[in-house]
T-cell receptor
Framework: DAKTTQPNSMESNEEEPVHLPCNHSTISGTDYIHWYRQLPSQGPEYVIHGLTSNVNNRMASLAIAEDRKSSTLILHRATLRDAAVYYCILRANSNSGYALNFGKGTSLLVTP | DAGVIQSPRHEVTEMGQEVTLRCKPISGHNSLFWYRQTMMRGLELLIYFNNNVPIDDSGMPEDRFSAKMPNASFSTLKIQPSEPRDSAVYFC?????????????FGDGTRLSIL
């Protein structure tokens, strides 16, 4: 499985934009890029996913590099409720039904 | 819509006891996953079901762990006998179908403590 690399932690001020980077230099042509987040004491929560083009939804935007070797999750205005661990994930082994290979993720701290 | 429902939310039991964790997936979802989360190993897949059939159980730690899905609306993960190293948060997730780009929906987990 292709691996992802994320910073261990990031910090942002409330109501500021946040750019969470992810490197995936060994990504294959058919791998989707998924982002999940995990708030304290909760299960992981789907945020967004994409293949080649940039994607927007009500939670965030996903910017994918032209060579697909990196991507950035963008939270347009961070709130205190966005403090969580953010995971950048590529498709896992198809025998596992595209189960999610969670790495360590980026722990986002949002300060007032 | 009701999400994935797991029970119990917390379980504390003594070493050697049998533990049963329960999961009700989202109605209409035909893929179900069990994950375990620990500080040391993070989130790891235990087993994957598709249409109630176990497809990949390579993540199940050992024979003390077993999982069943008797119907589309219910799954169990059983540990017998339990050991302190099984202490973790266990998550169940479901997904509409097998497509790799479909998001998974997670329950709030069962926090298991084996004394």
């Amino acid at each position: 499985d292709a691996k992802t690399t994320q910073p261990n932690s990031m910090e942002s001020n409330e109501e500021e934009p946040v750019h969470l980077p992810c490197n995936h230099s060994t990504i294959s042509g058919t791998d989707y890029i998924h982002w999940y987040r995990q708030l304290p004491s909760q299960g992981p929560e789907y945020v967004i996913h994409g293949l080649t083009s940039n994607v927007n939804n009500r939670m965030a935007s996903l910017a994918i590099a032209e060579d697909r070797k990196s991507s950035t999750l963008i939270l347009h205005r961070a709130t205190l409720r966005d403090a969580a661990v953010y995971y950048c994930i590529l498709r896992a082994n198809s025998n596992s039904g595209y189960a999610l290979n969670f790495g360590k993720g980026t722990s986002l701290l949002v300060t007032p | 819509d009701a999400g994935v429902i797991q029970s119990p939310r917390h379980e504390v039991t003594e070493m050697g006891q049998e533990v049963t964790l329960r999961c009700k997936p989202i109605s209409g979802h035909n893929s179900l996953f069990w994950y375990r989360q620990t500080m040391m190993r993070g989130l790891e897949l235990l087993i994957y079901f598709n249409n109630n059939v176990p497809i990949d159980d390579s993540g199940m730690p050992e024979d003390r762990f077993s999982a069943k899905m008797p119907n589309a609306s219910f799954s169990t993960l059983k540990i017998q006998p339990s050991e302190p190293r099984d202490s973790a948060v266990y998550f169940c997730a479901s997904r509409p179908n097998r497509a790799g780009n479909q998001p998974q929906h997670f329950g709030d987990g069962t926090r298991l403590s084996i004394l």
